[in-house]
């Protein structure tokens, strides 16, 4: 008998990290993976701070856009704390901020806005044509396929099966070093179905967006921090909402970078449904330092 977790036992997971508890006063305590043992994953800590700010606003004002910093680098081992400050409540619109902190010091700050849904002029960009995610290898078996080229003290973790369903369109920077254009694209999903509720689908595709996005600004140059090359830290990320969406249906992240230098990489993304509408928007600024590979 497999002792690997489920889909749905994986997935159930990812609903507990996002179902933070109330400690009073717009205050709440964020849970860690129960084997967590290193760093906490940038979008899980997001997802967790938009979980908290949507706590403290009616649900006819849903989220339209997200921008964070990380401060400093988050503990698996250790829980967070978030306190939410609600900046306005206005006619139409909310605004929230979100301290998030582990020992007292804070790791990300993050600025919230909420609308209620309102008629306007409207157009969209248009999805890039692309295979379908039927026609591609998950990552997950890629990751296995790849094992024996993945240096030893990051096998376990790039493994490490995830909630998160990707297929990726083109090769990822740690199967292929050659420099190549500043572009990717990815089909993703939760492994196993959701709930119904539209707050946890925004809170899982805020925890998805932080996947695969730095990563594009290291493309032109050949490095990855799966193979040692290079120091890769988030240093911003914001999330624009623009429609409505399951996050347990598959979704493209198309992601490039326009710019890179002094030691920064800017990467841009937008998501898309299955049958092209534009869902949300992405932009993320990184340190990508360049380091000497460990022989």
Known sequence: MSSEPSPQALVSGLLRLLDIDSSGDDRFIGHNRPDGVGRMFGGQVIAQALVAAERTVGEDRPVHSLHAYFLRGGNEAQNVDLSVLRD???????NRRVVVSQQDKP???????????EQGPRHSAEMPAVPLPEELEDEASLRARFADQIPADKRAMMLRLRPIEQRPVEARHWMNPEPREAKSHTWFRTAAALPDDPRVHRAVLAYASDM???GTCTLPHGLSWIVGNVMGVSLDHALWFHDDFRADEWLLYVCDSPWADRARGFNRGQIFTREGRHIASVAQEGLIRPIKAAV
């Open 107 to 117: 790791i990300l700050t993050m600025v919230s806005s909420f609308h209620r849904r």
């Open 212 to 214: 695969s996005l730095l």
């Open 88 to 94: 306005l409540d206005g006619g139409s619109f909310a």
